[in-house]
């Protein structure tokens, strides 16, 4: 199931990059038949949009088969679909909704601040959020120091428009630059480096710009799971620190070994 998964994002990374296609800027080239020269993006696609499917109908189907057997394992999938019973519409969204789930110094303050509040005796949940502000700052600059999406999706201009200087004619594709307010130094001075504090309200000074605010989309195009999204980020987060102890590896002089950032290309990093 994890080798569907990895083939299904790599395709969407591939896909999803603007303008790697003719057709991205020359839609009606989809109405041509695919036997003509050049249309081999047609039938690569045709392959490709198998594979989402795939990666959430089988295992949905092999918990399913699971279930009706008596030998479901406890998973997320199996109780939610406990829960709705026979509704039809509720199980399409269960099945999508455990498919996304494939998809995908400052740790010692975070643990503090996680075993001051939460003790060790339970699990963080949502309603501990408002009381574990450093991890939330953790959180939000983790969304800006690495954009899971550099760019929007792409947006239509449906009537020509002027701004600030730049003429936008009418019908043409406009991409938000998710990227590059990431790292525009007058909303976030030392863009590189990962400051978890520059969100810390309490802190003397503006409070930057709420990655929440564009990272997820601009505009109508916004996407909707943002809410679910960012709840989720939280949880996972919340649950790592709680339960993990994060550290360096070392070499074989134990020396601490220093990360690299590698960055990846595609529509979804």
């Given at each position: 199931f994890v080798t569907i998964s990895d083939e299904a994002i790599a395709s969407m990374s591939t896909t999803g990059v603007a303008g790697r296609y003719l057709v991205d800027s020359y839609p009606f080239?989809?109405?041509?038949?695919?036997?003509?020269?050049?249309m081999k993006f047609k039938?690569?696609?045709q392959?490709?949009?198998?594979?989402?499917?795939r990666m959430v109908e089988?295992?949905?189907q092999w918990v399913r088969k699971q279930m009706n057997e008596g030998k479901a394992v406890p998973s997320f999938l199996r109780d939610l679909l406990n829960s709705i019973g026979n509704d039809e519409?509720?199980?399409?969204?269960?099945?999508?909704?455990?498919g996304s789930m494939y998809n995908a110094g400052s740790h010692t303050t975070a643990r503090e601040e996680m075993d001051r509040v939460v003790g060790t005796d339970r699990l963080p949940t949502m309603s501990d959020r408002p009381k574990l502000p450093y991890l939330e700052c953790i959180l939000l600059e983790t969304m800006r120091w690495y954009p899971v999406t550099p760019l929007t999706v792409p947006h239509?201009?449906?009537?020509?428009?002027?701004y600030q200087g730049y003429?936008?004619?009418?019908?043409?594709?406009?991409?938000?630059n998710i990227y590059a307010i990431t790292r525009d130094e007058r909303i976030f001075p030392n863009p590189e480096a990962f400051?978890?504090?520059r969100f810390d309200g309490t802190q003397p000074g503006p409070t930057p710009l709420d990655p929440r605010e564009f990272v997820f989309g601009i505009g109508r195009r916004i996407c909707p799971g943002n809410t679910v999204a960012d709840a989720t980020i939280f949880l996972v987060m919340a649950n790592l620190v709680a339960t993990m102890d994060i550290t360096k590896a070392k070499d074989e002089n134990g020396h601490e070994i220093e990360p690299q950032v590698v960055r990846t290309g595609g529509l979804v990093r």
């Open positions: 080239l989809r109405l041509l038949p695919t036997w003509l020269p050049g039938a690569m696609a392959e490709w949009s198998k594979l989402p499917y089988e295992p949905y519409h509720g199980e399409d969204m269960a099945k999508w909704t455990a239509r201009v449906e009537r020509e428009d002027m003429r936008i004619p009418a019908n043409s594709t406009v991409f938000a400051i978890s504090e």
